[in-house]
T-cell receptor, first 113, second 113 residues
């Protein structure tokens, strides 16, 4: 059962453009939604996270938009750079479940110079 | 500050063997989680340990087990290896509260022949 669906699977963006990755979840008990960035040969690293009482959160060039009624959230990368080329994962967890993350399938982002 | 350390980095085993993977969390972190990453199934939660007790468990067969020591270091064991167990096994640590920032190691790449 895939509880977090992520799209697209891959994305090519020109340098300076906006990268948008979308996720949808099924379990309304989820109350924490982080995004992770993973480079080849490395473990995932937390980029930014949001809780459902907030509709948007911005940190530098990264913004999460959250739509609780639609059970969807998205990551926007503004002014995308070649160094942003990596695989991005959305995830979700329940507050009473410790640190048990349910991940989306991942999006491979390539930013062309 | 040292990051999450996983050993070994690479491992090759044959079907039917067993394997033990090790994870040293960041100093002060009491929670250690394990994830399996494969191209087909993505990132899947295995289990989480906190203060030497298993706090959460994912949907993996009993061949997958783990433990945590008093110094918070953790090991996971896979018995009777199958070809499908070939994966990157990732360990993540945190202080132990719910929905905290997880810091991942670089993983152990297990190949089962």
């Amino acid at each position: 059962q895939q509880q977090v669906k992520q799209s697209p699977q891959s994305l090519i963006v020109q340098k300076g453009g906006i990268s948008i990755i979308n996720c949808a979840y099924e379990n309304t008990a989820f109350d924490y939604f982080p995004w992770y960035q993973q480079f080849p040969g490395k473990g995932p690293a937390l980029l930014i996270a949001i809780r459902p009482d907030v509709s948007e959160k911005k940190e530098g060039r990264f913004t999460i938009s959250f739509n609780k009624s639609a059970k969807q959230f998205s990551l926007h990368i503004m002014d995308s750079q070649p160094g942003d080329s990596a695989t991005y994962f959305c995830a979700a967890s329940k507050g009473n479940a410790g640190n048990m993350l349910t991940f989306g399938g991942g999006t491979r982002l390539m930013v062309k110079p | 500050k040292a990051g999450v350390t996983q050993t070994p980095r690479y491992l090759i085993k044959t079907r039917g063997q067993q394997v033990t993977l090790s994870c040293s969390p960041i100093s002060g972190h009491r929670s250690v989680s394990w994830y399996q990453q494969t191209p087909g199934q993505g990132l899947q939660f295995l289990f989480e340990y906190f203060s030497e007790t298993q706090r959460n468990k994912g949907n993996f067969p009993g061949r997958f087990s783990g433990r945590q020591f008093s110094n918070s270091r953790s090991e996971m064991n896979v018995s009777t290896l199958e070809l499908g167990d070939s994966a990157l096994y990732l360990c993540a640590s945190s202080f132990g509260g719910a929905n905290e920032k997880l810091l991942f190691g670089s993983g152990t790449q297990l190949s089962v022949l």
